[in-house]
T-cell receptor, first 115, second 113 residues
Framework: EAGVTQSPTHLIKTRGQQATLRCSPI?????VYWYQQALGLGLQFLLW???????NRGNFPPRFSGRQFPNYSSELNVNALELEDSALYLC??????????????FGQGTRLTVV | SQQGEEDPQALSIQEGENATMNCSYK?????LQWYRQNSGRGLVHLIL?????REKHSGRLRVTLDTSKKSSSLLITASRAADTASYFC?????????????FGSGTRLQVQP
């Protein structure tokens, strides 16, 4: 069974540009989480999508946005890139059984570098 | 602010010793999970403990949960050099009526051979 896949693996953009990151969850998983991990730091929660809808959002400016498609894959868009947006962006998927949650499965991340 | 906070931030031990990492959180949870991350890669799930459980074992891992103190600990026994990684706790709880999986800042474990 394929795990969570993220693309691209690496992305280099210049300041002011837009970046689009993609995530395919494990088959059958309806929830997708996005996290930002700056170098050497912990995971900062960005967005949570479930069943095609945004369920929760972290403390990030509106230029961070995303969506979830009918096949549960997801896209993270970062507009007007700033140097401090350089980080590893991790996507995770899970299946909410409704009985208290289940583990999240992570992709290998997209390393975004803004120059 | 982060829901879960681990301590210590960094831990260095010798192979064969036990490693203990702690996690504190602030609000009610459905469960608490521990994950491992090898240098800048994706996280791997280690163990999940539900809010009505107090202790759980998986191989060399032992997790405890004290909901009255809003804290958890992860014990790795007989550590190996391959255990070198960052370890994160994650709380699965409700925030404003909406669930989220929230991670702490992690403990960097270095096991010296």
């Amino acid at each position: 069974e394929a795990g969570v896949t993220q693309s691209p693996t690496h992305l280099i953009k210049t300041r002011g540009q837009q970046a689009t990151l993609r995530c395919s969850p494990i088959s059958g998983h309806t929830s997708v989480y996005w996290y930002q991990q700056a170098l050497g730091l912990g995971l900062q929660f960005l967005l949570w999508y479930d069943e095609g809808e945004e369920r929760n959002r972290g403390n990030f400016p509106p230029r961070f946005s995303g969506r979830q498609f009918p096949n549960y894959s997801s896209e993270l868009n970062v507009n007007a890139l700033e140097l401090e947006d350089s980080a590893l962006y991790l996507c995770a998927s899970s299946f909410d059984s409704g009985t208290g949650g289940t583990e999240a499965f992570f992709g290998q991340g997209t390393r975004l570098t803004v120059v | 602010s982060q829901q879960g906070e681990e301590d210590p931030q960094a831990l260095s031990i010798q192979e064969g010793e036990n490693a203990t990492m702690n996690c504190s959180y602030k609000t009610s949870i459905n469960n608490l999970q521990w994950y491992r991350q090898n240098s800048g890669r994706g996280l791997v799930h280690l163990i999940l403990i539900r809010s009505n459980e107090r202790e759980k074992h998986s191989g060399r891992l032992r997790v405890t949960l004290d909901t009255s103190k809003k804290s958890s600990s992860l014990l790795i026994t007989a550590s190996r050099a391959a255990d070198t990684a960052s370890y994160f706790c994650a709380t699965d709880g409700a925030f404003g009526g909406r669930r989220a999986l929230t991670f702490g800042s992690g403990t960097r474990l270095q096991v010296q051979p």
